[in-house]
């Protein structure tokens, strides 16, 4: 079993930490006429592997400007979600993550040694990396408490709202997220066995709470009633 934490526009705030601080990206645009790397086009389904962009300084940083990425750990045929990527994340590549492309989009990769010189001579380009790496280890560390003390329902309920609150648009019926997990990726994002997060997304579409027009679709009816299940678990 595979492991794993009225128009038409987007309300939320997207998926990087809302901050005084510029996202990573917009901060490396404007140091790339100054030795930084440019960013690169990735397609679905690509996969970058942490060890081969290992150098005699450390890991990768991995700097998203665009499109939807999963980052991932596998031992022996199984794999762990640690964390689903979007515009203006920024992950260290450790030997032992892989991160798999979700969604066309563009991200550069900086080996850390070149890493270490722009920090030195653009502080301020290093101050909002870290800003949303700091970021990625608090929702690491809340995933793995999830996993210890906290019920399967509740870390789907959890998950399907945070993905309403960085991708969902608005619209009549509710809160829509295009393109949503499904099966094993949700599974794996919340570190649950397939059978067991499909019970609850059954029970969640019988009783209204979510809808799902297509297989890939899932629109939540009334967030405010789910937040409220999540704040009664407490």
Do not use: W
Not at 89 to 116: K, M, N, S, Y
Request: hydrophobic content about 45%; proline content about 4%; aromatic content about 4%.
């Amino acid at each position: 079993t595979a492991l794993s934490a009225v128009s038409d526009h987007r309300f939320f705030a997207g998926g990087a930490p809302v901050s005084g601080e510029m996202l990573p990206h917009l901060a490396l645009e404007k140091i790339q006429d100054l030795g930084a790397p440019r960013f690169r086009r990735m397609k679905v389904g690509q996969l970058v592997y942490g060890a081969n962009l290992l150098d005699d300084c450390g890991e990768a940083i991995l700097i998203i400007a665009s499109g939807r990425y999963r980052c991932f750990a596998s031992h022996e045929g199984r794999e762990l979600t640690l964390f689903t990527l979007g515009c203006g994340d920024a992950v260290p590549l450790h030997a032992d993550l892989a991160v798999e492309v979700c969604g066309d989009g563009e991200v550069a990769v900086i080996p850390r040694t070149l890493f270490r010189k722009l920090v030195r001579s653009h502080p301020d380009f290093g101050s909002c990396v870290l800003s949303v790496i700091e970021g990625l280890l608090k929702r690491s560390l809340s995933m793995v408490g999830d996993m210890a003390f906290r019920s399967v329902r509740y870390r789907v309920i959890r998950h399907i709202c945070t993905l309403a609150e960085r991708d969902g648009r608005q619209t009549l019926t509710g809160v829509v997220i295009d393109s949503a997990p499904i099966g094993d990726e949700l599974a794996m994002a919340i570190g649950a066995a397939r059978q067991s997060v499909s019970t609850v997304l059954a029970e969640l579409i019988r009783s209204g709470d979510v809808l799902r027009p297509t297989p890939r679709t899932l629109v939540i009816s009334d967030i405010e009633r789910l937040r409220a299940e999540l704040q009664r678990s407490h």
